[in-house]
């Protein structure tokens, strides 16, 4: 068991729990915090190119690193930890321990920093060992652990209405896992053929393929519901504005980076996976809801005034675009996805990051009471207009990389279907979808221009400093991952190329 | 040849990246010095490469039989999407892109040059961010030498959006004015939506040809030469099928390609300020004024005619998508016309002036068809048109760089845009008068300048298509004459120059000003002579003969008397102060109202944006978003609390209660149970 690497990601992670616990000032949080993300980040560029090297090798095993040990058993009922990761976990946890290591110097200076890391550290327990389940048993329980801190965070940390938002997330999230359990237990009961022992394990499920259709048809949106709360999807998003604009700075990095991934990341990792036909069939229903949030998030996001809120649409709109894109069921579509997952992680980290800087100074998120802080902040400003620049998708950035990925997929696929006589219902949402590339521009630099440029609006604004070196690196550090990804675009594709190729997703992309 | 290519690249991004994280560090004078001796090396680097293209006679680049050919000097996958279709980032060379490499770094150095003395006051301070400058200038130049060496449509895209950036950067330069910023950002977004249409337009070319690449597109290959490709009409299989199944794929009676290129057009429309989306490009005026030479007069505001100058071979199937083209252009180009004569402020004078002029481009290329056409008793050669609309890009390009930094050096000595307060300037600056002089000459179209020659064979090309837009262009040329000639008149003539109490008489710039300002007149002067017809035509065949020897005599005529026209009235109403323009004012309120506020596009812009897009969609959305999803959400938290309340009675605490409760449910159950049983 402790031959795998992936194990460790977890271990690491308990260690720096006990770490802090520990831990008897803020200097010796800090220090565990960084130690503990640092490591994280050197396993999972190791694991990174250790799988590539695997893969270059000839090693064409659907997962890698995989492993499975009893956890328990009640007679017919097993439940075993089973590890093992393709190329989209990977690229999600390189992205998890880089936000984990940016959030950790953004919150440098919290108060109650024992606490507050204690909870963090739990939440980032969740993610990782979300990411490299491949049991669902063990995935719905790491997810529970990820969203339960939220509430204590929100409540404890946040701002504003801080009570009403927390409660909301959390109960929304968790009408969602409703969903998703009751999808679950249904998967278990079919999970395989008569006669033959039931199993949690995904891999076992997808090759026995015994769910039947008309299960299928019942179960797919069950789960594709549960995990797209999560994502955002519409109407199931309102949870996003009020908790990200209530959520302290890190807590929205990790939830809008990483935790709004799990979604993503759910949805095809379960739903899709192990119910195509359903995927096929059902599509169009999720279709037009998530091409929906495309665009309905980028216009809600150009009338709001607060930061925070602005962000968050804003984050409905890109989310929307991550099961927009796997709901074309199309390779190339769906790697464009995956670039969107980690793209839309990485800026929106450095959006609420920056939000954040910015709040601690002024005191406020309303973008008429600011104005000017170019001249005020250059380092953060400029920092703001680069997030800003990778969200309206500039080439050079992630975002452009993810979107025409996208772009390219779903209209290739679109036209496909339109030749092919199935409609024309992914062409237009496709073209939609593209339309939200004027509307991010418009929001994006409707911000840029009233908070960053014209005259300083507060007088007060003016003795404020810029930023400190802490809050240099959490900016840094994502501000070069944002710019590798888009500058170098063709490494993540071999990453990805495996797994949304037609032979070993078959399942799913097999009518063209 | 492949180093010098990657150098032309390389080192305005490395400037870029050098100046914009260790300029504050480095002194004003060291980071203006730096940036512009990296643009000289450019320059001379972009020089060699185009003189091997045009005249080494290498094989990968003129064929036996005397063609022009297209050479891809590297190409490396940037991203692969799928086998079919991938993108590379490379550096293709071809008559086009070796000119265009010229025309961008010869502005690009001049405007460099020029800012070393344009960006700082008159006690020699230095403005604020002077370093930035020359970052934004050095990525503006990566950007468009990017674009313009595309291999492939999507380079093409990603340079052009860099392009677009930039260009929000530098108009934006003076970000403390909010006039600046407003109009940054409205630039901004309306390339992008034009933009839109151009992806769009991308991913349908690219899905039915199978093809990002212009060599496949455009192209053969030659035999025997790597890389090298011989320009041809569409030859990819997939742009055939199109064609094959024509009957098939048509929308809304259009055929696919006539979309694809229409949407690509739109993109072109969109950065070249076509109507209606032009509205950017007389704000965008708002940025430093060698910005405007640079970016909106000379290089960045050609990419739409350059990009269907590139797909040209695909445009010059498809009659329809060429005659939009022409639509486009030579409306644009009578209104652009119209309201610059109604300008006040000299910037916007020449904006629209620029606008007109990309017009005629425009045309050019649009009434271009391939076959025998005579134009007034002479026969018009194959492809003129394309021809003549690269000719006439380079020539504007130089006078309009010219003119702007001729403007830059009037508002460097008078402190204003506005040329009520200049007058007379002639005796007080005589290098700026005479060299702006020369640019009115060459944009009038006046023997010899060069736009005498390219503007002459546009018209030629236009005669040679349909009287219908030849008269039409011819009339737009005469007005050109006069509005150019209105503004050099109330500048430089007028009345005497009073110089305000307590300010110093206006006077010259310093070298790094004037010397720019010179170099750009010479070339002005003797651009007209370099034979293009044998260096860029559409397929790479050279039009025999010198441009003197060329010209159709009877449309030179008439385009040279049009112009004179023109001048001559200009002078009459604006040599000397007279009360005549005020006259003509009066009598026609309602024309010099329209033209005055540019017919009135802003404004209607200005209501769809605020009062439909954000009144009636993103406000409505908001407000449904808040009150019927959320609301529902809360609903249904809030009936479940009122639940919970209306049921918590029972946990009363009350053990009488609980008794009671326990005795009626036993008896319930006792009662039940008897009657199932029985």
Redesign the interface.
């Known amino acids: 068991m402790f031959s795998n690497i992936l194990i460790y990601f977890v271990l690491v992670l308990l260690v720096m729990f006990a770490g802090v616990a520990l831990s008897r000032d803020i200097k010796q949080i800090r220090a565990v915090a960084v130690t503990g993300s640092v490591i994280l980040i050197a396993m999972s560029v190791y694991l990174l190119v250790d799988f590539l090297h695997l893969r270059h090798a000839g090693v064409d095993d659907e997962m890698l690193f995989y492993g499975s040990w009893s956890w328990f058993a009640a007679g017919n009922f097993h439940i075993n930890l089973t590890v093992g990761v393709d190329g989209v976990s990977v690229a999600m946890i390189l992205l998890s321990s880089i936000i984990v290591f940016a959030g950790s110097f953004a919150s440098w200076t919290i108060e109650q920093p024992k606490a507050f890391f204690l909870w963090l550290i739990l939440l980032s327990v969740g993610v990782f060992g979300f990411f490299i389940s491949l049991d669902l048993f063990t995935m719905f329980m790491f997810y529970e652990v990820a969203l339960i801190p939220m509430y204590l965070l929100i409540g404890v940390w946040g701002s504003g209405n801080k009570n009403y938002s927390a409660m909301k997330l959390t109960l929304m999230l968790m009408g969602g896992s409703a969903f998703l359990m009751l999808g679950l237990i249904g998967i278990y009961y079919h999970s395989a053929p008569e006669g033959q022992p039931l199993t949690w394990n995904l891999l076992e499920i997808a090759r026995n393929g015994s769910i039947s259709h008309g299960w299928q048809t019942f179960l797919f949106p069950m789960t594709f519901v549960g995990f797209g709360v999560l994502g955002a999807m519409f109407p199931f998003h309102t949870w996003s504005p009020d908790g990200h604009a209530s959520a302290p700075t890190a807590v929205s990095m990790l939830h809008a980076g990483v935790l709004m991934k799990l979604g993503g990341y759910g949805c095809f990792r379960v739903a899709m996976y192990l119910m195509p036909q359903a995927a096929q069939e059902l599509a169009w229903i999720f279709l037009i809801l998530t091409g929906i949030s495309v665009v309905y998030g980028a216009f809600s996001a150009c009338v709001q005034t607060d930061l925070k809120y602005i962000n968050a649409y804003s984050s409905v709109s890109h989310c929307g675009l991550v099961l927009f894109a796997l709901l074309m069921l199309n390779t190339t579509a769906m790697t464009g996805a995956v670039m969107q997952m980690l793209s839309h992680g990485l800026m929106t980290a450095l959006f609420f990051a920056l939000i954040g800087m910015i709040y601690g100074r002024t005191h406020t998120r309303d973008i008429r009471q600011m104005g000017g802080l170019m001249k005020i902040m250059p380092y953060l400003a400029v920092c703001y207009v680069i997030a800003g620049m990778a969200s309206l998708g500039l080439p050079g950035l992630s975002g452009f990389v993810a979107e025409m990925t996208i772009f390219v997929g779903s209209f290739q696929q679109g036209m496909l279907d339109f030749i092919h006589g199935a409609g024309s219902l992914r062409l237009v949402f496709t073209i939609i979808a593209c339309c939200s590339i004027v509307i991010t521009a418009v929001y994006i630099l409707r911000v840029v221009g009233k908070l960053l440029f014209g005259p300083v609006q507060d007088k007060h604004h003016l003795e404020l400093t810029d930023a400190t070196w802490w809050e240099r690196i959490a900016t840094a550090s994502l501000i070069i991952c944002v710019a590798a990804i888009g500058c170098f675009p063709n490494f993540f594709e071999h990453l990805l190329r495996d797994t949304f190729s037609p032979e070993t997703f078959h399942a799913i992309i097999s009518n063209f | 040849m492949e180093t010098s290519a990657i150098l032309i690249l390389a080192i305005p991004l490395l400037m870029f990246l050098f100046l914009g994280l260790a300029g504050k560090y480095l002194p004003h004078k060291w980071a203006g010095i730096l940036g512009t001796a990296g643009m000289g090396v450019t320059m001379i680097l972009a020089y060699t490469v185009a003189f091997t293209y045009f005249f080494s006679g290498a094989p990968e680049f003129i064929s036996a039989t005397g063609d022009r050919l297209q050479h891809v000097v590297f190409n490396q996958?940037?991203?692969?999407?799928?086998d079919k279709?991938t993108i590379n980032i490379g550096f293709l060379l071809d008559p086009i892109s070796a000119m265009m490499l010229v025309v961008i770094t010869t502005i690009s150095f001049m405007v460099h040059l020029y800012s070393n003395g344009y960006m700082r006051d008159h006690h020699g301070v230095w403005e604020t961010g002077f370093q930035r400058f020359y970052a934004f200038l050095s990525l503006f130049s990566f950007s468009m030498l990017g674009l313009v060496v595309a291999t492939n449509i999507?380079q093409m895209y990603?340079?052009w959006?860099?392009v677009g950036?930039s260009s929000?950067l530098l108009i934006?330069f003076y970000?403390?004015k909010?006039s600046a910023?407003?109009a940054?950002?409205k630039a901004?977004?309306v390339t992008?939506?034009a933009?839109?249409g151009f992806?769009?337009g991308i991913?349908?070319l690219?899905?039915n040809t199978g093809f990002f690449s212009f060599t496949e597109m455009t192209s053969v290959p030659v035999e025997g030469v790597a890389d090298t490709y011989q320009i041809n009409l569409g030859t990819a299989e997939g742009i055939k099928n199109i064609f094959a199944n024509s009957a098939a794929s048509t929308f809304m009676g259009a055929s696919v390609l006539t979309w694809a290129l229409v949407l690509i057009f739109m993109g072109g429309m969109g950065k070249s300020a076509m109507m209606p989306l032009h509205i950017w490009l007389p704000d965008a005026m708002e940025g430093p004024t060698p910005v405007s030479a640079l970016i909106h007069a000379a290089t960045m505001v050609v990419a739409g005619v350059f990009l269907v100058a590139r797909l040209f071979p695909l445009y010059v199937l498809n009659e329809a998508a060429l005659d939009i083209v022409t639509v486009v252009g030579a409306v644009t180009a009578l209104y652009a016309a119209m309201v610059a004569c109604a300008q006040i402020d000299i910037k916007r004078v020449l904006a629209f002036s620029t606008i007109s002029q990309i017009a005629f481009m425009m045309v050019s290329l649009g009434v271009t068809r391939l076959g025998h056409e005579t134009a007034l008793g002479h026969e018009v050669h194959e492809g003129l048109g394309y021809m003549a609309s690269m000719f006439h890009l380079f020539t504007h390009a130089m006078f309009k760089a010219l003119l702007f930094l001729g403007a830059g050096a009037l508002i460097h000595a008078i402190g204003s845009n506005d040329y009520t307060a200049m007058h007379g300037l002639r005796k007080y600056m005589p290098v700026t008068h005479i060299t702006f002089l020369v640019g009115c000459l060459a944009i009038a179209g006046i023997i010899p300048f060069a736009g005498f020659f390219s503007k002459d064979e546009i018209l030629t090309a236009c005669f040679g298509h349909s009287a219908v837009w030849a008269i039409w262009m011819t009339l737009v040329a005469g007005l050109t004459a006069f509005y150019m000639f209105r503004l050099y008149f109330l500048i430089f003539w007028w009345k005497e120059h009073k110089t305000p109490e307590g300010h110093h008489a206006p006077h010259d710039q310093p070298w790094t000003m004037t010397l720019p300002l010179i170099i750009l007149a010479v070339i002005s002067c003797v651009a007209g002579f370099v034979p293009f017809g044998k260096l860029v035509t559409w397929n790479g065949h050279e039009i025999a003969g010198s441009n003197l020897a060329n010209l159709n005599w009877n449309v030179a005529a008439i385009s040279l008397v049009v112009a004179v026209c023109g001048i001559l009235v200009a002078m009459k109403m604006y040599k000397k102060e007279n009360p005549l323009p005020e006259k003509m004012r009066n009598a026609l309120p309602n024309l010099w109202d329209w033209c005055h506020h540019r017919f009135y596009w802003d404004e209607l812009y200005q209501f769809i944006t605020h009062k439909i897009i954000?009144g009636c969609?993103?406000?409505p959305?908001?407000w449904f978003?808040r009150h019927i999803?959320?609301g529902?959400?809360d609903a249904f938290?809030s009936i479940t609390n009122k639940a919970s309340y209306a049921i918590r009675g029972l946990q009363s605490g009350n053990v009488h209660m609980y008794v009671w409760i326990y005795l009626v449910g036993a008896i319930l159950l006792a009662a039940i149970s008897m009657i199932v049983i029985l």
């Open positions: 996958e940037w991203l692969n999407f799928y279709l999507f990603i340079f959006e860099l950036a929000y934006g970000y403390t909010p910023v407003a940054s950002k901004f977004i992008r939506f933009d839109l992806l769009v991913l349908l690219s899905f954000f969609i993103c406000k959305i908001a978003d999803i959320d529902t959400m938290a």
